[in-house]
């Protein structure tokens, strides 16, 4: 099923619900029943969300480090540790822009250039992910 929605996450907006149509059916006939309902109430990403996802899987180390730049400043403000959340601020400025501009590269590659409006929401993706353990995962 994890798969099947990496899969279904990476396919491009335009043609999210007919790939959706299409593996809900498939494990519907398989008799995956109870797969074939969850496949079919997945939501289509927001194009932030959807370049975001191709970030995640195209560049999973880079991504795990990311994660792990979000728990030090979370660590960090709970401590209350003003020369860690300094030095972490400025590394996540730096990471954010350059993440921001590689998911903007991935979804250029498949086809969507990505707006303005858009992209700054990427980068409230981003930001989301680095202050809330929820939005991480």
Same mark, same amino acid.
């Given at each position: ?10 396919? $491009? ?11 809900? +059916?498939?494990?519907?006939? +398989?008799?995956?029943?109870?797969? +074939? ?14 370049? +975001? ?6 560049? $999973? ?8 730049? !979000? ?12 020369? !860690? ?31 303005? $409006? ?20």
């Amino acid at each position: 099923m994890e798969a099947v929605l990496d899969e279904l996450y990476t396919t $491009p907006p335009s043609e999210f619900v007919a790939r959706r149509e299409t593996l809900a +059916a498939a494990a519907k006939t +398989a008799g995956r029943v109870d797969d +074939a309902r969850q496949i079919h109430a997945v939501r289509r990403p927001t194009i932030a969300a959807w370049a +975001a996802n191709l970030l995640l899987r195209s560049q $999973p180390e880079e991504s795990r480090q990311f994660l792990e730049l !979000g728990r030090a400043l979370r660590e960090a403000y709970h401590a209350l540790d003003a020369d !860690g959340l300094k030095d972490l601020s400025a590394q996540r400025r730096r990471v954010s822009y350059a993440l921001s501009r590689q998911a903007a590269q991935l979804a250029r590659d498949a086809g969507h250039r990505l707006s303005e $409006p858009v992209q700054q929401d990427l980068e409230a993706t981003l930001r989301a992910v680095l202050a809330d353990p929820d939005a991480a995962d």
